[in-house]
């Protein structure tokens, strides 16, 4: 990704990633909950464009947006991005906080040890 994308945008790509293509005007009835209207879309829509992660084709008189982005890669690059932002690079301080700062379900430090015990075999999650 060229830049960072906010909140908000985050938002619109979380529709797009869970449909798409899509026109502005079904983004905004996946928003609708959230209070969004059309021009409010747009904006972030062609913000996402210029921003290289979202595409769009023309279909007849409307814009059909699509991400150009998986939702894992992004995932990956903003986590990765916040432990050398926050943490410079730190794992084990990452997780000491997150542990720490927020108590864990018993299914939350199940996936944590599965997690650990495929790596230390070679494996992926």
Do not use: C
């Not at 995932?75 to 932002?85: A, D």
């Not at 000491?96 to 108590?103: D, E, L, Q, R, Y």
Request: aromatic share 8%.
């Amino acid at each position: 990704m060229s830049l960072p994308i906010s909140e908000s945008e985050k938002l619109v790509m979380e529709v797009l990633w869970q449909e798409s293509p899509l026109s502005s005007l079904q983004v905004v009835e996946r928003l609708s909950s959230e209070g969004w209207n059309q021009k409010t879309v747009k904006t972030f829509l062609n913000r996402l464009v210029k921003k290289s992660v979202v595409s769009f084709e023309k279909d007849g008189r409307r814009y059909l947006y699509s991400p150009v982005v998986q939702r894992e890669v992004f995932l990956s690059q903003e986590s990765n991005g916040l432990l050398n932002r926050v943490f410079r690079g730190d794992m084990k301080e990452l997780l000491a906080t997150f542990v720490h700062n927020k108590k864990l379900s018993n299914s939350e430090l199940e996936y944590l040890r599965d997690l650990l015990d495929d790596d230390q075999q070679g494996g992926s999650a």
